[in-house]
Structures are given as structure tokens and as C-alpha cells.
């Protein structure tokens, strides 16, 4: 049996002085119109987590652009094993069997679309976009995903909006950009830490830019876009993130300088975003709470999970 570091080692992959360093993601195909992977209607899968941020993305997306038709989900068990990889789990309310290829495990799938992926050292992650008709992975990196979804809407699916209209492209990645080491990945790097050095610099970024976040929403309702601005996958990117804070990261991954309830602004954008039809549907606090607290032994030996928070989180 591992030792609960090795275990936490082979989940988080590296670090380098104690800081946590995500990998990156394996498989990066897109969705194109007359490609290899073409846009048609029932042919992509999505596997997500509830409790996962970055899965979290590829739900609301497909919810906004009215994708339900079209792509077919299936949910993980919150409990992640100790070595980092999902299972499957029916009897586990809000998760979901593998409907498309029957497999047990989320590491199944991986293995199906790259041969030898039991034998690398790799862990499959979540979110994963399947492909029925070539029977493998299209990709596993969020933030492509929920772009390559907005395929389907300019082909004529789903319900005509876009989360990316080409003129804010590039207000849009950069926004993405500068969101992602600081506040995305950087909850993750403040409760990896492994040194207190590792630890007050994810912190100290994380709240900067989240003082910078919440100056940039005075007056506005969406991250990116002219006057008010307009909901785009900018907006979904840092929710996914936001909507988890106080819930977990605050006590999980001591993120605790504030909370996102002292924060007006960035309370009122959560709260924004989870009002739009469809969305609140797509929270499953349970899944979030509970996967956290106690999927991570490394960081927290007991897997105690907190009654709190009484206030700030967003569950009602
Ligand atoms: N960069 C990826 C990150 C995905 C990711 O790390 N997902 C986590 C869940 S929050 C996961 O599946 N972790 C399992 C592991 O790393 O072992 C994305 O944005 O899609």
C-alpha cells in the first residue's frame, strides 16, 4: 500500500520546490466543420465530474448553447481514488454509469483511445470530450472544449448564442490568460503547497487578482466586452472557480486573506451567472463539498467534510 505522499505524488504529477505544477492536457483535436472530426449532431460524448472546475466549464457551456440534443453526458462518482483516477458509480445520486462504452473507470476510456495509457504513468482528468464514430478521446483540455462546442452553434445547433463572438476573441484569451495561474489553477497551488514559500506566493497572486477582478466588475456585469459587456466563455472560466470558493477552497485549500461574499462585485457576478436558466441545475454542491474534503487525505488525513459555511456559499 502507498504511503498517503506517494499518493498525493502520483496525483498531483510534479512539483518543483513545493509548488504544485499541473500538467498539461494529452489529447488536443479539435471539432471542425468537414475535418476529421466533423460537426455532427449525437456523435461527441462529454464525461464530466460535477465537483470538477474545469468539467464544470464544459457543462454550462453545452447548457448555454443549447447543446442537450446534441451531446451526450455522463458523470463520474465524486470520490476520487487515491491515485487520482475516477470510476463510474450508478447508485451514486447525480452520477452516472458509462453509457457509451460501459467501462467502470474513466482510465477504460483512456486506455481505449490511446493504447498503453494503463502501462504510462498518466492519470485520465475530467473533463473528457468523446468521440463515437472514430472511438477515442478529441480532447481533454476545458478551456478548447467549451470553444469547440460553439462549433455546433455557428453549424446551426442548439440555440443560435455564442460564448465567443470573433470580435472578442482576443479579449477573451487574454482574460482566460490571466485568470488561469493566479485564481483557476491557483486555489490548486495554494493547497498543494509544500513549502510555506510555495504557499504565500499562490495565495498572495491568487487574492491580488481577485482584487483586480472585482475592480474590473465595478459598473459592468461580464468580464469581457464593450460598456455592460457580454456573457462569454471568459465569464464561465473564472465562475466554475468563484462558485467553489467559499464552498471548499477557503478551508480546503486555506485561500482564507477574504472569501467571495466580501468581495460585492464578484458575490453579485457569481450570483449573476447562476441565475441564467439552466445553470443552477448544473451545480451539484453536494458532489463539490464532498468530493474535496474527501478525496485529498494528503490534506486532510480524516476526511472530515465542514458543516459550513452558513453564509457565502451559494447553495441555496
Ligand atoms: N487542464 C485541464 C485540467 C483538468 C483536471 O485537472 N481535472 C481534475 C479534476 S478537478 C482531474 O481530473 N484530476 C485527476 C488527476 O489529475 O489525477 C482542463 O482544464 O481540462
Known amino acids: ?3 498517503i505522499d506517494e499518493q498525493a505524488s502520483a496525483w498531483t504529477e510534479a512539483f518543483e520546490s513545493g509548488k504544485f505544477v499541473r500538467k498539461s492536457s494529452e489529447f488536443r483535436d479539435s471539432i471542425s466543420k468537414g475535418g476529421m472530426f466533423d460537426v455532427e449532431s449525437g456523435r461527441y460524448h462529454l464525461y464530466i465530474s460535477h465537483a470538477c472546475p474545469w468539467a464544470h466549464r464544459t ?3 453545452r447548457n448555454l448553447l443549447g447543446l442537450e440534443q446534441h451531446i451526450g453526458v455522463d458523470v463520474v462518482d ?3 481514488n487515491p ?3 475516477w470510476s ?6 447525480g452520477a452516472t ?9 474513466l482510465e477504460g476510456i483512456y486506455n481505449r483511445a490511446f493504447e498503453g ?4 504513468r498518466s492519470i485520465g482528468t475530467v473533463p473528457v470530450l468523446w468521440d463515437k464514430k472514430h472511438a477515442t478521446i478529441v480532447n481533454n ?5 467549451i470553444r469547440m462546442l460553439g462549433q455546433f452553434s455557428k453549424e446551426g445547433f442548439g440555440n443560435g448564442s455564442t460564448l465567443c463572438p470573433p470580435e472578442l476573441v482576443q479579449e477573451i484569451d487574454n482574460m482566460i490568460d490571466a485568470n488561469y495561474e493566479s485564481v483557476n489553477n491557483g486555489v490548486y497551488k495554494s493547497g498543494f503547497a509544500r513549502t510555506q514559500e510555495a504557499y504565500d506566493e499562490a495565495v498572495t497572486a491568487l487574492f491580488e487578482r481577485l482584487d483586480e477582478l472585482e475592480a474590473h466588475l465595478e459598473g459592468r456585469e461580464w468580464l469581457v466586452g464593450n460598456d455592460m459587456g457580454q456573457l462569454t466563455e471568459a465569464d464561465i472560466c473564472l465562475f466554475t472557480t468563484l462558485v467553489r470558493f467559499d464552498l471548499v477552497y477557503v478551508v480546503h485549500f486555506k485561500c482564507n486573506l477574504r472569501r467571495i461574499i466580501d468581495y460585492p462585485n464578484l458575490q453579485t457576478f457569481v450570483e449573476r451567472v447562476l441565475d441564467l436558466p439552466g445553470i443552477r441545475e448544473t451545480c451539484h454542491w453536494h458532489h463539490i463539498k464532498a468530493h474535496y474534503f474527501w478525496s485529498h487525505q494528503n490534506i486532510n488525513t480524516f476526511r472530515i467534510i465542514p458543516l459550513g459555511p452558513l453564509e457565502g456559499a451559494h447553495t441555496k
Open 117 to 120: 495509457w494503463n502501462e504510462s
Open 78 to 80: 465524486w470520490r476520487m
Open 88 to 93: 463510474f458509480n450508478p447508485d451514486e445520486e
Open 83 to 85: 491515485d487520482g483516477s
Open 59 to 61: 457543462l454550462i457551456a
Open 1 to 3: 500500500m502507498k504511503s
Open 141 to 145: 483540455e476545458s478551456r478548447e472544449i
Open 97 to 105: 454509469a458509462d453509457t457509451v462504452n460501459g467501462e467502470s473507470s
